[in-house]
């Protein structure tokens, strides 16, 4: 399946927002809800890439899964706040909050499978 890597900013009127998924189904369902709901969505299947991506084109809110190959959500979310400290951070798991509760910084985390209720109490956050 080939997934669009970034969104006509143009067409969104609301945030950028980066999603981190390694799930093609689960990024690919998540990034059209998004653009559904006025997001300029960007879309990464790793860390190291949502990483690169971040640098050259920051974004407005970092949605990203905990459980990534290579590096983690939670390494992800850590070298991006170092970098965009007012950057939100949204953690999407199926282990619970234990491995978000003590990061730092603010985050919220919501646990898979969500629904689009709770993607949406996430996002107004």
């Known amino acids: 399946m080939i997934l669009p890597q970034s969104s006509d900013a143009s067409l969104a009127t609301g945030p950028r927002i980066m999603v981190v ?3 093609p189904d689960s990024l690919y369902l998540a990034a059209e809800i998004l ?3 006025g997001y300029a969505v960007d879309t990464a299947e790793s860390g190291e890439q949502a990483l690169h ?3 050259a084109q920051p974004c407005d809110i970092l949605f990203t899964d ?3 190959p290579g590096m983690s959500g939670i390494d992800l979310a850590r070298a991006v706040h170092a970098q965009f400290p007012s950057l939100r951070i949204i ?3 199926g282990y619970g909050e234990a ?3 003590s990061l730092g910084f603010a ?3 919501i646990r898979k499978p ?3 209720d709770q993607l949406l109490q996430a996002l107004a956050g």
């Open 21 to 23: 998924e390694d799930n």
């Open 35 to 37: 653009r559904t709901l």
């Open 53 to 55: 991506q971040l640098t």
């Open 66 to 68: 905990v459980s990534l």
């Open 91 to 93: 953690f999407a798991t």
């Open 99 to 101: 491995l978000t509760r």
């Open 107 to 109: 985050a919220t985390t």
């Open 114 to 116: 969500y629904d689009l």
